[in-house]
């Protein structure tokens, strides 16, 4: 096993690990870079099963990190894609109220988008809406024309390219196996490598907190939740022109089920949020038995369980049902019938519950001794990685004392 020796080393090869480590490597290039990925191709987990929408901003309570993010993010992500010439396209999303209960709700989000500077919001009626989403069926909706969809794998890429220009390494198929204080730094061990850095950047995503835990970090617990979609066939995909949501439940941090079309030209319905029960387990069948212990043992879970049991069993009946899946479709578009979806993709979302069984709303960044832990960057993550990364290259220089 060899000995490395690096000044940084930045954990997990996923949109906001690259983003972090391609900005470090821009503000001091004078540092020994690393970049450690346990699988063997970067972004292959929650980057390379995004639903790949570029979000505006219009979810996240005004002064949070994530509005904050969100907004500066995308402007970023904009000028990033339009310098490296990677396709995006500002296809619009309206946000669709069915119910006369959901206008508060509606008007909230509007107020917060406008809070946070999204530009060109615009609630508007049925007949407005029926311009935008001819097939959408809704008493009032809100536009938003500057979201968009991308492909974020892409970005990924981008992000490692330039990475390796600019002299820093990037190295695969590493899993940490251990980690621990040595020589005025950490020895972190992997499958196949021992790599002494001065400094670490915890962005491992759904395995997060396990190596925050190995260095004594136990406040939170990542609990997976896996996303389903099914995809509507070709000749059923013009009921959907752009992206169609329903208004969400604030007591969670998901969307509900939506449509979205894709950059590839693809349309998505989904995804509902349901227990998984391994932290990569894309499938119903995937269990690991650690990572179901991890969530099962963990008190924070059973105190969400008790307090949203309701909320997971229907979840549930959406993804063991197709007909109860496409009831909850056909209240934003009518005419989607079962036999016009085919079952698609999924995705895991690394979601950090407390001990008392919050779900954690907004993102989760700390700093202690010579690491920073990235310990819940779920949606708008993709959107707001160039945003995330700025702020962690800002912590790393300030506590690290990093010089350029």
Request: with cysteine; charged share 25%.
């Amino acid at each position: 096993m060899s000995l490395q020796l690096f000044d940084l080393t930045v954990i997990g090869g996923c949109i906001v690990g690259l983003s972090t480590a391609m900005q470090i490597a821009e503000k001091y290039p004078r540092v020994r870079l690393l970049l450690l990925e346990k699988e063997n191709q970067l972004a292959k987990h929650q980057t390379g099963h995004n639903s790949g929408v570029i979000h505006s901003g219009i979810y996240y309570k005004p002064g949070s990190m994530k509005a904050q993010t969100c907004v500066a993010g995308r402007k970023a992500l904009l000028e990033f894609c339009d310098r490296h010439a990677i396709p995006y396209d500002l296809c619009g999303k309206v946000v669709v109220a069915t119910d006369e209960r959901e206008l508060p709700r509606l008007e909230e989000l509007l107020r917060r988008g406008t809070a946070n500077g999204v530009e060109g919001l615009e609630m508007i009626g049925p007949e407005r809406l029926r311009e935008i989403e001819p097939h959408a069926n809704g008493i009032r909706a809100l536009y938003a024309p500057t979201t968009g969809i991308i492909d974020f794998t892409k970005v990924a890429e981008a992000y490692a390219a330039r990475i390796r220009t600019l002299g820093g390494e990037i190295l695969t198929s590493q899993e940490m196996k251990q980690m621990v204080p040595g020589g005025g730094g950490l020895i972190v061990h992997t499958s196949s490598r021992e790599i002494h850095s001065r400094y670490l950047i915890n962005c491992a995503g759904l395995h997060s907190d396990q190596v925050a835990r190995m260095m004594g970090r136990e406040e939170l617990r990542i609990v997976p939740f896996r996303g389903e979609y099914y995809m509507i066939v070709p000749e059923r995909q013009f009921l959907v022109k752009g992206l169609i949501y329903p208004v969400p439940d604030p007591r969670f941090p998901f969307l509900g089920v939506h449509f979205t079309r894709t950059i590839h030209g693809d349309v998505e319905a989904g995804p509902n949020a349901v227990l998984a029960f391994a932290r990569e387990g894309y499938q119903k069948k995937d269990v690991d038995l650690r990572d179901l212990w991890e969530t099962l043992s963990y008190r924070g879970f059973w105190a969400l369980a008790k307090n949203h049991w309701r909320m997971g069993l229907e979840e549930w009946r959406r993804s063991l049902s197709k007909r109860a899946f496409v009831k909850a479709l056909q209240r934003l578009v009518p005419d989607v019938r079962a036999e016009d979806l085919n079952a698609g993709g999924a995705g895991v979302r690394a979601q950090a519950v407390s001990p008392a069984g919050n779900l954690l709303d907004d993102f989760v960044i700390t700093q202690t001794g010579n690491a920073i832990h990235v310990l819940n960057a779920p949606s708008p993550g993709a959107t707001a990685s160039l945003a995330i990364g700025k702020r962690i290259v800002e912590m790393a220089g300030s506590a690290f004392a990093l010089k350029n």
